[in-house]
């Protein structure tokens, strides 16, 4: 059973197009997060989602907004796509904020 | 400056050797403290927590030292599936924006036969 999962595992895209990722996780964690792993395996966060709080990292673009339907999961959304978009999107989640994390199998994007 | 620094290496290493990373933090609210390991094109995965009284888990014996700001890891009798990326983490709290973990760059290890 995966604990974390992501949809999809691959994405190539054109540039200004909008595209949304999926995650799901299955161990009842209350707080869910998106990272970004650029080309220099720099891992950087975007955004944490604990109990409807949305945490945002000041320096995410607001081309890219997180979508939460329910606590088990959390969607990221990017609108008008950028050639620098092109990365690996990791999803997260945890018991709570500050306690361990368990990633999704990430989602590679790339924009041409 | 960087909330977390590692020495990204690369570590090569003989099977069987002992192997230590270091990681430095430069935030005294920090509150607690992981390794994780990340192989290629992979997701990063917990290896261990740290705790304030030092901890072990087989071959892997994590410190921390809450005075100089730093935490540690220790490989004893690496084996060829330790090659991997070690990654220091934080969690931080900070009064605007709560909890938030910051990754080090990561150290790279490749244990050799």
């Given at each position: 059973?995966?604990?974390?999962?992501?949809?999809?595992?691959?994405?190539?895209?054109?540039?200004?197009?909008?595209?949304?990722?999926k995650?799901?996780?299955?161990?009842g964690h209350?707080?869910?997060?998106?990272?970004?792993?650029?080309?220099?395996?720099?891992?950087?966060?975007?955004?944490?989602?604990?109990?409807?709080?949305l945490?945002?990292?000041?320096?995410?673009?607001?081309?890219?907004?997180?979508?939460?339907?329910?606590?088990?999961?959390?969607?990221?959304?990017?609108?008008?796509?950028e050639?620098?978009?092109?990365?690996?999107?990791?999803?997260?989640?945890?018991?709570?904020?500050?306690?361990?994390?368990?990633?999704?199998?990430?989602?590679?994007?790339?924009?041409? | 400056?960087?909330?977390?620094?590692?020495?990204?290496?690369?570590?090569n290493?003989?099977?069987?050797?002992?192997?230590?990373f270091?990681?430095?933090y430069?935030n005294s609210?920090?509150?607690?403290?992981?390794?994780?390991?990340?192989?290629?094109?992979?997701?990063?995965k917990?290896?261990?927590s740290?705790?304030?009284?030092?901890?072990?888990?087989?071959?892997?014996?994590?410190?921390?030292?809450?005075?100089?700001?730093?935490?540690?890891?220790?490989?004893?009798?690496?084996?060829?599936?330790?090659?991997?990326?070690?990654?220091?983490?934080?969690?931080?709290?900070?009064?605007?924006?709560?909890?938030?973990?910051?990754?080090g760059?990561?150290?790279?290890?490749?244990?050799?036969p």
């Amino acid at each position: 059973d995966t604990a974390v999962s992501q949809t999809p595992k691959y994405l190539v895209t054109q540039m200004g197009n909008d595209k949304s990722i999926k995650c799901e996780q299955n161990l009842g964690h209350d707080t869910m997060y998106w990272y970004k792993q650029d080309s220099k395996k720099f891992l950087k966060i975007m955004f944490s989602y604990n109990n409807k709080e949305l945490i945002i990292n000041e320096t995410v673009p607001n081309r890219f907004s997180p979508k939460s339907p329910d606590k088990a999961h959390l969607n990221l959304h990017i609108n008008s796509l950028e050639l620098g978009d092109s990365a690996v999107y990791f999803c997260a989640s945890s018991p709570g904020l500050g306690y361990e994390q368990y990633f999704g199998p990430g989602t590679r994007l790339t924009v041409t | 400056r960087k909330e977390v620094e590692q020495d990204p290496g690369p570590f090569n290493v003989p099977e069987g050797a002992t192997v230590a990373f270091n990681c430095t933090y430069s935030n005294s609210a920090s509150q607690s403290f992981f390794w994780y390991r990340q192989d290629c094109r992979k997701e990063p995965k917990l290896l261990m927590s740290v705790y304030s009284s030092g901890n072990e888990d087989g071959r892997f014996t994590a410190q921390l030292n809450r005075a100089s700001q730093y935490i540690s890891l220790l490989i004893r009798d690496s084996k060829l599936s330790d090659s991997a990326t070690y990654l220091c983490v934080v969690n931080i709290h900070k009064g605007n924006t709560g909890n938030q973990f910051y990754f080090g760059t990561g150290t790279s290890l490749t244990v050799i036969p």
